[in-house]
């Protein structure tokens, strides 16, 4: 039984509301403009959870119009949310990793300097193939020497099959299609996977003291040559691929694998699957928190925002509308610090950012 959305008390006074959004606006260089509908940007991953926040908001305030999400990768819609305060920025920013320190100082000169995040919940970054796929087993230390543009600085990868990079593994080509370098599913992939298959070496946690830019290249940029294929923002598309692609591996959030279990085979991490147990517990090496993140300047401008991070909330439980739709409940630690911030609406101070 999904949790119901209580029905939250909206702003008393929309006009009011709109002229304090105005005023932001003019602040910082707008025109003035008014906008009476809650808009939010950023994560492929975190979208289908937004939208169905969304769908629960308006359920429980009769009469507020649907909020606007838009699915534009993480590191596109920290571009979008960190422009500027006012109407025609974006209120929320859906992330499937944090906040970079670089993104927090762009949003800080560009007067976005109150910032609520949010964690909302947990998610896997999934390897999956198809159905009639070869029955792969990867580790991070493999799917790096697949992927890697130059393996542990020694050159252009000339690996062209699986058995190529371990002799375990079928003479197949590697071919994965996966997320755009603004996605925050790519971020995670270097973090979570290709920088600690990287770190298998030695010599690169040696280069890493040495030239932090260096070894960034070396452990988390990824071949240009047709092996990995750059699919875009639609994680749906990568499921379709698959499809049509059996000896191809997918990269993306869990919940489409979950979502996508009578057409795709999950492909172990290190012998784990992604599971709903392995992700929350952290057992999976590919999970991680997602958030959202909201514009305090904006929660008395934007009518009902305050409710949409409420229903949120009220929602992310083990037993919440949002595990229905595949995401992981974060544990009941986080839920309850998440839970505060939403209250409290206390204030991101950027100190621990990388």
């Not at 996966?178 to 790519?186: A, K």
Request: with cysteine.
């Amino acid at each position: 039984m999904e949790v119901p959305v209580k029905k939250f008390a909206l702003l008393a006074a929309t006009t009011a509301s709109v002229f304090s959004l105005a005023a932001c606006g003019d602040q910082t260089g707008g025109a003035g403009a008014t906008r009476d509908q809650i808009r939010a940007v950023g994560s492929s991953t975190v979208y289908p959870f937004a939208t169905a926040v969304a769908e629960l908001f308006v359920q429980g305030n009769a009469g507020m119009k649907s909020p606007i999400v838009e699915s534009t990768g993480t590191g596109g819609g920290m571009k979008l949310f960190c422009a500027g305060v006012g109407a025609q920025h974006p209120d929320i920013e859906d992330a499937s990793r944090r906040i970079k320190k670089s993104e927090y100082e762009q949003c800080q000169a560009n007067g976005v300097k109150d910032i609520i995040e949010i964690q909302i919940g947990v998610d896997g970054l999934a390897f999956a193939e198809s159905k009639k796929g070869p029955g792969l087993k990867l580790t991070p230390k493999i799917v790096y020497e697949a992927l890697a543009a130059n393996p542990y600085g020694k050159g252009p990868n000339k690996a062209q099959t699986w058995k190529d990079v371990d002799p375990s593994l079928p003479a197949i080509a590697i071919s994965v299609f996966g997320p755009p370098s603004t996605s925050g599913t790519r971020d995670s992939l270097a973090e979570l996977i290709l920088e600690k298959g990287c770190q298998s070496d030695e010599a690169m946690k040696a280069l890493k003291e040495k030239s932090e830019d260096e070894y960034k290249a070396t452990c988390t940029r990824i071949r240009e040559d047709g092996k990995y294929v750059d699919s875009g923002e639609n994680d749906n598309l990568i499921v379709q691929k698959l499809n049509a692609n059996p000896n191809a591996v997918g990269v993306f959030g869990y919940s489409f694998l979950e979502e996508n279990k009578d057409t795709l085979n999950d492909v172990p991490i290190n012998g784990v699957e992604a599971t709903y147990e392995t992700v929350s517990t952290g057992q999976y090496p590919g999970a991680r928190p997602l958030y959202i993140y909201v514009k305090k300047a904006h929660m008395q401008a934007i009518p009902g925002l305050q409710a949409y991070l409420n229903a949120f909330a009220a929602n992310w439980a083990p037993d919440g509308a949002l595990t229905k739709r595949g995401m992981v409940a974060a544990p009941e630690d986080v839920r309850k610090k998440s839970a505060e911030t939403v209250k409290s609406l206390t204030v991101l101070d950027g100190s621990d950012l990388k």
